[in-house]
């Protein structure tokens, strides 16, 4: 099955067309890696997905059910995807495990419960001695590394990650995908993601395409 399904999405902004036509299919567990300028719609891309922007044209279906297109829209918290921003934008007033915690305030899981799973998910990630601490306390990488700890807790079957790996060192870059990688295959979780750096794909053990003048195509 085809977890995910954007058939010719367009989208302009100001007159500029930053998608056309753009195509793509990620089977169920699958991981894809798209590269591109900065500036020619990778983020877009991904929002599009989440359903954080509508599309002016094109569909999105996830898992076989339609999420957007012609008229029709499922909103972001009912797509099961998990975000993980080009910034890390953790709220300010909460720690960073409170931050990892929030993505599941809409489960049925106790209080407790929930702690747990967002600690889970930060020491993936390494993070979990910096529960308690306020985002103005954290550095880059580990700000970026409690998002992406925010981005599993859930267990969302939908991993899209912009820019993943930013603020962090070419060591820490090739720990935390291993880490992530372990994850994703034992979740058998789909995951799409935008990167400068087409070596991500290699680190995630994913197909690499690219997103050029509006369009979707393999790599070479």
Not at 175 to 204: P, Y
Request: with cysteine.
């Amino acid at each position: 099955m085809e977890a995910v399904h954007a058939d010719s999405l367009t989208k302009s902004y100001g007159g500029v067309r930053v998608l056309d036509e753009a195509t793509m299919a990620v089977a169920e567990g699958g991981r894809v890696v798209i590269s591109g300028t900065t500036g020619a719609g990778k983020t877009t891309l991904l929002y599009i997905i989440a359903g954080l922007v509508r599309p002016d044209g094109g569909r999105v279906s996830l898992f076989g059910e339609k999420a957007s297109g012609n008229g029709f829209f499922v909103p972001p918290e009912a797509r099961s995807i998990g975000m993980v921003f080009q910034r890390a934008i953790l709220w300010p007033h909460m720690t960073a495990c409170g931050n990892v915690e929030f993505a599941l305030q809409e489960t049925t899981l106790a209080r407790g419960e929930r702690k747990s799973r967002a600690l889970e998910a930060m020491a993936l990630f390494g993070v979990e001695d910096l529960a308690g601490r306020r985002p103005e306390g954290l550095s880059g990488g580990e700000a970026q590394r409690v998002a992406l700890a925010r981005s599993i807790a859930a267990r969302p079957r939908i991993l899209l990650w912009d820019e993943p790996f930013t603020g962090l060192d070419e060591a820490t870059r090739r720990e935390i995908a291993g880490r992530a990688l372990g994850f994703i295959a034992n979740a058998k979780a789909t995951l799409v993601a935008v990167s400068h750096q087409r070596e991500d794909a290699a680190l995630l053990g994913a197909r690499c395409m690219s997103l050029k003048d509006g369009k979707l195509e393999e790599a070479r």
